[in-house]
């Protein structure tokens, strides 16, 4: 609420009062009177009237001065009732300021002149004096809710103003006015605390002006916790958090500058999210986002290149053709990445078909396959291992074994015609020894009236081969 303050209202101040001992000794007496009045008379014992004299009786007083004591006593008890429900209601809080003339000084003034033409038996005076005083405390009452608008008004201009002692008064008496009721109840909260937030704005500035931001971030912040309300606390916290966040938006890009030259991609990565936290935004940090990407793909590829290399020095060529693959999933590509992995496969390849002749090296006792191992033997080059020398020199081991002929031992009768397939006719024969390479052959025995005989077997072999048809043909 910011309506502008009553000018009355704020010029007037409370006329001079009786004090509080006063009062209570005007009630004291106005109570006595009263006590006298109408009960002591009843515990009086009335004195024996004296011998009969010829002297005249007193006149009568008049029945006006018994209406008027009447009057007054009634009056009297009516506005000390007054008096004290206002009390009660907290008129000494609120009713200090002269509103229309009246305040509860005021009041009580007329309250004291009539009370003391009371005491001095003027009834009849002490009645209009005392429906004086009594307006003037019913005036009062009825003065609640203005004094309580212009007391709210006159708090939130103070409050404005920053002037928390005054502030803090008139919302005292708006609380005083209307207990419980919100707003002032708010306002005097706030009207308390305003010295403590007023201390932490002015340390917030000087810390600001001194360009410790920290320091003000933390004193503005105080102050926002303490009132959170108070506008001038939340605009310079957000001011001042708004710079911090600039100048460490600023640090964390060039931190990522700096990370992402000496290659710390891991530092330059950290950096940049810092930067995105304060401005995701900004467009800046797209193209610093663009070369950490590239950077962290070229090291990846160099990563994979090494991992490939160290693969194929230890000649696990499966193993190399993995990482270039890796390789050209992050670029396509990518040269040596291509070279590479047909590289690795063709070397993979061959330690494969060697590995193959190697463990079923009976294979080499064919033509064709032997052929081929013989080819797969003479292929050495640049490329080739220890690992692929030695397998190259194993098959061409085996190779020269297999064509190495080897003696058997072939026994007949002397009556069967012995051919060797792929050899040849050897004739009849009683035993002959014949040099073969290795391998597997097939003997076949003929004779006339008889079936022919067919006898396989493997080269080398230490046993004879018989070779005899021996069945006649029925």
Same mark, same amino acid.
């Given at each position: 609420?910011?309506?502008?303050? &009553? ?65 007054? &006593? ?12 206002? +009390? ?67 708090? $939130? ?8 002692? +005054?502030?803090?008064? $008139? ?23 305003? !010295? ?15 360009? &410790? ?111 270039? &693959? ?23 390849? =061959?330690?494969?078909?060697?590995? $193959?002749?190697?463990? +079923? ?24 291992? !220890? ?9 061409? $081991? ?49 004779? =006339? ?20 048809? =021996?069945?006649?043909?029925?």
């Amino acid at each position: 609420m910011s309506a502008p303050h &009553d000018e009355a209202f704020s010029r007037r101040t409370p006329r001079s009062r009786a004090s509080p001992g006063a009062i209570a000794a005007l009630i004291f007496l106005a109570v006595a009177t009263l006590f006298v009045a109408f009960v002591l008379p009843n515990y009086v014992v009335a004195p024996v009237p004296p011998p009969h004299t010829s002297s005249p009786a007193p006149a009568p007083a008049p029945a006006v001065t018994e209406a008027a004591r009447i009057d007054a &006593d009634t009056l009297l008890a009516e506005s000390l009732r007054r008096v004290a429900k206002l +009390e009660g209601e907290g008129a000494r809080i609120w009713g200090r300021v002269v509103l229309d003339g009246v305040n509860f000084a005021v009041a009580e003034e007329r309250l004291a002149n009539a009370s003391s033409v009371y005491d001095r038996k003027r009834h009849a005076d002490a009645v209009p004096l005392f429906r004086e005083a009594i307006a003037l405390l019913d005036r009062l009452a009825e003065s609640k809710s203005e004094r309580f608008r212009l007391a709210m008004i006159a708090g $939130q201009q103070a409050f404005e103003a920053r002037d928390a002692a +005054e502030a803090r008064a $008139q919302f005292e008496i708006a609380v005083a006015l209307v207990p419980g009721e919100a707003a002032a109840t708010r306002f005097l909260e706030r009207a308390r605390r305003l !010295p403590d937030v007023i201390s932490n704005m002015a340390r917030g500035q000087t810390s600001e002006t001194a360009g &410790d931001l920290v320091a003000a971030r933390e004193a503005y912040g105080a102050a926002a916790a303490l009132d959170p309300e108070f506008s001038p606390a939340r605009e310079n916290l957000a001011r001042v958090e708004g710079h911090i966040a600039d100048d460490e938006y600023r640090a964390a890009v060039s931190e990522a500058h700096a990370r992402l030259a000496e290659g710390n991609l891991r530092g330059a990565q950290a950096a940049l999210d810092r930067a995105r936290g304060f401005n995701p935004n900004a467009p800046e940090l797209n193209d610093l986002r663009r070369r950490l990407q590239a950077s962290v793909r070229m090291a990846g590829l160099e990563r994979l290149r090494a991992q490939a290399m160290a693969l194929e020095r230890q000649e696990k060529w499966p193993e190399a053709m993995g990482a270039y &693959d890796q390789a050209l999933a992050i670029d396509a590509n990518a040269a040596f990445a291509t070279a590479g992995r047909a590289r690795a496969q063709r070397l993979a390849d =061959t330690h494969a078909a060697l590995d $193959q002749y190697i463990a +079923e090296p009976t294979r080499l006792r064919s033509a064709e396959p032997r052929a081929h191992a013989k080819m797969l033997a003479a292929q050495a080059g640049d490329e080739d291992g !220890p690992a692929l020398s030695a397998k190259r020199r194993q098959l061409a $081991q085996l190779i020269a074994a297999m064509e190495t002929p080897l003696p058997i031992i072939l026994k007949s009768d002397r009556s069967t015609e012995v051919t060797l397939q792929r050899i040849g006719k050897l004739g009849t024969f009683d035993t002959r020894r014949i040099d073969l390479p290795p391998g597997r052959y097939v003997a076949i025995g003929s004779r =006339t009236g008889y079936r022919d005989v067919r006898v396989p077997f493997e080269v080398p072999r230490s046993e004879p081969i018989v070779v005899e048809a =021996t069945e006649p043909i029925r």
